[in-house]
């Protein structure tokens, strides 16, 4: 099999916003309690804050981590989470039938966000919650002082504003599984005052309101196109949430970046088409915050447990290979997508798992996250491609190599990023154009196996991970690489 794929130093599709590479932690599961937050482990810090997770933020480098969720955000008092620990309520958590001690909350999310060098990106209650609430929150979190909430924060031991600057106006409104779902109207509506009384209080923030959840949904993309009528002039993204599960055709999940080019690219028209009807220049932008495969058929391990076992999935090889591509499509996108949440971080739905009071394991799809999140930044270059097509059920012809390029510019490196989706080997013909000087490959990995179904767990921790790959030469700008069948390469050139 061979493929050809041209890069150019002239092409350039946009710089990266680093939050291309966020991540998301919802109290849900062991995200929170036993992952992020674990008081007592040997590994902890003063706070509570696991050490072997923060190390794990910091060498991924996650730029931005979505806060509290997801759909427990909608039923959630943001008040129950402040203050002193011992009288914080013990609540149902009806988004996951889970009990909710509020141990941690919004200020012990500021303490980790600063531990692991990374921004929040908080989202706001609007389910069961009010503008006024929305509004007191971000009081609460950045006002300096001198008001009832910011002087409650200084009470409890933050002097200095917390500062979030990107927030979101609720999570999944559309869902029919949201506590307090919305129609589009009662949500845009609701979007739109509660954008307005959060931008006076502080008319700094980054606003983002819910777009569609599902492709799969009735109300997609209407939703989008009435939701951006009433809120375009407020919101500075409009977010996209998307997952996708293994049913049994390797092919199928591996080419899922199709599906997700589908997504951006429909939302891309639908705000397009209102910023004309607005007859505005302003331009809503994408936040794909939230993102992943999940397995949706594992069950709920009981009902009212505290930090129960759940959304603890092991994954593959396969869906490691899913993510590198889907990573490839937020690159390719990245003038419409400027922000971006692997849904999770930790312990749900997420690229680690930990024991309680024991270690961490990284799953496969650790790797393609931590490599484009460390090497995927500067400029994002176009990809010219021409490779065999495969027909999927779920996106007709698809092409089987999926690639991004980017430039650092500071590094003076080209990243090429490439999803071989066949069950052959493939030699990529590379052109790499218009580059100062001769370049040459300094690195290339490779992650690929034998079994696609390999996952990596407590036992055998590294079981699926790159491996190096012999180094091409560059002839003139060209280059003929090996690419491994079903394989996610990483190649560096200088
Ligand atoms: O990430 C898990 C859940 O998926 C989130 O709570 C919700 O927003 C989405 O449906």
Redesign the pocket.
């Given at each position: 099999l061979q493929a050809k794929l041209s890069v150019s130093r002239e092409e350039a599709i946009s710089s990266i916003d680093e939050r291309l590479y966020g991540s998301?932690v919802?109290h849900?599961g062991r995200a929170v309690y036993g992952g992020i937050y674990e008081p007592g482990h040997p590994l902890s810090d003063e706070h509570g804050f696991r050490k072997d997770v923060l190390d794990m933020v910091r060498e991924a480098r996650v730029p931005i981590v979505r806060y509290p969720?997801?759909?427990?955000v909608s039923g959630y008092n943001w008040r129950d989470g402040i203050g002193p620990k011992q009288d914080r309520p013990r609540r149902l958590e009806l988004?996951w039938a889970a009990i909710e001690t509020n141990q941690f909350g919004i200020d012990e999310f500021a303490d980790w966000c600063r531990a692991a060098d990374t921004q929040g990106m908080i989202a706001v209650n609007l389910g069961t919650g009010t503008p006024k609430e929305a509004a007191e929150l971000l009081e609460y979190c950045n006002h300096p002082g001198g008001t009832a909430l910011s002087d409650l924060r200084r009470a409890n031991g933050h002097a200095q504003p917390h500062n979030f600057r990107v927030w979101c106006l609720g999570?999944?409104m559309d869902?029919p599984?949201q506590i307090c779902g919305l129609t589009a109207d009662e949500y845009g509506r609701k979007a739109h005052e509660t954008a307005k009384m959060m931008r006076w209080v502080d008319p700094d923030i980054q606003l983002v309101a819910c777009g569609s959840?599902a492709m799969e949904l009735p109300t997609f993309p209407v939703w989008d196109r009435k939701v951006l009528e009433y809120t375009y002039e407020d919101v500075d993204y409009l977010s996209l949430?998307r997952?996708y599960k293994y049913k049994g055709d390797a092919k199928e999940l591996i080419t899922s970046f199709a599906d997700m080019d589908r997504f951006i690219d429909t939302l891309s028209a639908t705000i397009d088409y209102v910023k004309a009807l607005k007859r505005t220049r302003k331009q809503v932008k994408l936040s794909f915050d939230?993102w992943n495969v999940?397995d949706s058929e594992m069950p709920l391990p009981g009902r009212w447990l505290e930090g129960p076992e759940s959304?603890q999935q092991y994954y593959t090889l396969l869906d490691a290979l899913a993510v590198g591509g889907m990573l490839c499509t937020l690159i390719n996108h990245s003038d419409r997508v400027r922000m971006a949440c692997l849904?999770?971080l930790v312990n749900?739905?997420s690229p680690v798992l930990t024991k309680n009071g024991g270690g961490m394991v990284k799953m496969p799809t650790y790797y393609p996250f931590m490599q484009v999140s460390t090497l995927g930044r500067g400029q994002a270059l176009a990809v010219r491609v021409q490779a065999p097509m495969v027909e999927t059920e779920h996106s007709g012809d698809v092409r089987t190599l999926q690639s991004a390029a980017v430039y650092d510019e500071q590094a003076r490196e080209v990243r090429v990023f490439a999803l071989n989706c066949n069950e052959e080997d493939m030699l990529l013909n590379l052109r790499l154009e218009a580059f100062e000087g001769e370049l040459r490959m300094v690195e290339h990995t490779v992650l690929d196996g034998e079994d696609l179904m390999a996952v990596n767990d407590f036992d055998a921790p590294e079981r699926v991970k790159p491996h190096a790959a012999p180094c091409t030469p560059v002839a003139g700008e060209r280059a003929q690489i090996r690419l491994p069948a079903q394989s996610w390469n990483v190649m560096r050139f200088q």
């Open positions: 998301f919802e849900l969720g997801g759909n427990f988004a999570n999944e869902g599984w959840s949430h997952y939230e999940w959304h849904a999770q749900a739905l």
